[in-house]
């Protein structure tokens, strides 16, 4: 079993759909958990991050954490074209560790 | 800069020649970190400089691969004898403890 599973997609909804994305991880010593967005041809950026569990909200986009079910998600609320991308979660243990990430899901928001 | 900077942005060699990738990191960030990404596999993770620390090297995949970061700041990853299957994109990213990291937009390599 891989530490962090993530459906690579890709996940294909009509613009101003509500987009639900999510990864299942192993290791229950994650605390920090994040969420990037990769355009194609470039690197990733950050888009969420969360310190243990809860929901966090900025703007369009909001990324829950159940360490209980060891499942993390991300929502984006009114979906744009410019959403299309790839979504990759990623997590550590301790603030000094690595993080482990998702192999990225390939969104696809339809005019 | 404003973020971390790789060079160049697109290599293509021919098998057995070696190569080196150059990043540069945000100003201050302590932790550099190396990263191949081929399609459809996702992120591995290859190498990590941490301060003045000795680097964790526990993600290179051969004794091909070798990196070093002078002076805490710029790194340059280097593959001798490059094969095929170094065909990828090389990510790095730069961070601060407790946060996430910011990458770079990579390095191209095609090995052919």
């Known amino acids: 079993q891989k530490e962090v599973e993530q459906d690579p997609g890709p996940l294909s909804v009509p613009e101003g759909a509500i987009v639900s994305l999510n990864c299942t991880y192993s290791?229950?010593?994650?605390?920090?958990f994040m969420w990037y967005r990769q355009y194609s041809r470039k690197g990733p950026e950050l888009l969420m991050y969360?310190?243990?569990?809860g929901n966090k909200e900025d703007g369009r986009f909001t990324a829950q954490v159940d360490k209980s079910s060891k499942y993390i998600s991300l929502f984006i609320r009114d979906s744009q074209p410019s959403d299309s991308a790839t979504y990759l979660c990623?997590?550590?243990?301790?603030?000094?560790?690595?993080?482990?990430f998702g192999k990225g899901t390939h969104l696809i928001i339809q005019p | 800069g404003a973020g971390v900077s790789q060079s160049p942005s697109n290599k293509v060699t021919e098998k057995g020649k070696d190569v080196e990738l150059r990043c540069d990191p945000i100003?201050?960030?302590?932790?550099l970190y190396w990263y191949r990404q081929s399609l459809g596999q996702g992120l591995e993770f290859l190498i990590y400089?941490?301060?003045?620390?000795?680097?964790?090297k526990s993600g290179l995949p051969s004794d091909r691969f070798s990196a070093e970061r002078t002076g805490g700041s710029v790194s340059t990853l280097t593959i001798q004898r490059t094969q095929q299957e170094d065909s990828a994109v090389y990510l790095c990213?730069?961070?601060?403890?407790?946060?996430?990291?910011?990458f770079g937009s990579g390095t191209r390599l095609t090995v052919v």
């Open positions: 990213a730069s961070s601060l403890q407790s946060y996430g990291y910011t």
């Open positions: 290791n229950s010593a994650f605390q920090y």
């Open positions: 969360t310190y243990s569990s």
């Open positions: 990623a997590m550590r243990r301790g603030g000094a560790d690595g993080l482990t």
């Open positions: 100003s201050g960030h302590t932790a």
């Open positions: 400089f941490q301060g003045n620390s000795a680097p964790d």
